[in-house]
């Protein structure tokens, strides 16, 4: 489920939203189907396209195949709680699941400040990283669907790398 947040940009309640019939499996990854959202409350829907990822381990398109072979899940939606037994719940998973498994994880991996970490903090990292990464403002506004720049820009943290630098630029 993280990888899925992370990779898609999708706000939280978005993602505990997102059904098996509106994900469709292609080559390059997968497409899935957000038919209304916070900003498109009149339902005209949009796709999110999640690439495969270069190393299986965190490839969120593997660990989506995954979940739904090992949960046995069929219809319905993709994320829904799991009992300590191991047994799968038919009900979506709640925001709060989220933000607590965000919480443990973060915890988990010692990160800095770890308790400063929420769900928004997928929808940030994705902007973020696939700024730092060279994508254009373009495709992080389509994955994340921002309608303006100016409420993209607000989502990316550390704007500015060294090598982007004006500075850098002259060579000295």
């Known amino acids: 489920m993280l990888l899925i947040g992370f990779s898609s940009a999708l706000r939280r309640s978005d993602l505990i939203r997102i059904q098996i019939r ?20 009149v339902g005209h829907g949009h796709i999110i396209r999640i ?36 047994k799968v719940g038919e009900s979506q998973l709640s925001s709060m699941a989220v933000y607590r498994m965000i919480q443990k994880y973060t915890q988990l991996l010692e990160l800095e400040h ?22 254009s ?5 389509t994955q994340g669907n921002w309608k303006s720049d100016d409420s993209l820009m607000r989502y990316i943290r550390n704007k500015e790398s060294w090598d982007a630098a004006a500075s850098y630029k002259l060579g000295l």
């Open 114 to 135: 770890h308790e400063k970490y929420t769900p928004h903090s997928l929808r940030s990292g994705f902007a973020s990283t696939a700024a730092q990464n060279g994508a």
């Open 22 to 41: 509106d994900i469709r499996m292609v080559i390059e990854g997968a497409e899935i189907y957000i038919p209304n959202s916070k900003t498109d409350q």
């Open 137 to 141: 403002i373009q495709s992080i506004k």
């Open 51 to 86: 690439a495969r990822g270069q190393v299986p381990i965190t490839c969120p398109v593997q660990a989506m195949t995954d979940w739904l072979r090992l949960s046995e899940i069929n219809d319905g939606y993709l994320f829904r709680p799991v009992n300590k037994s191991g």
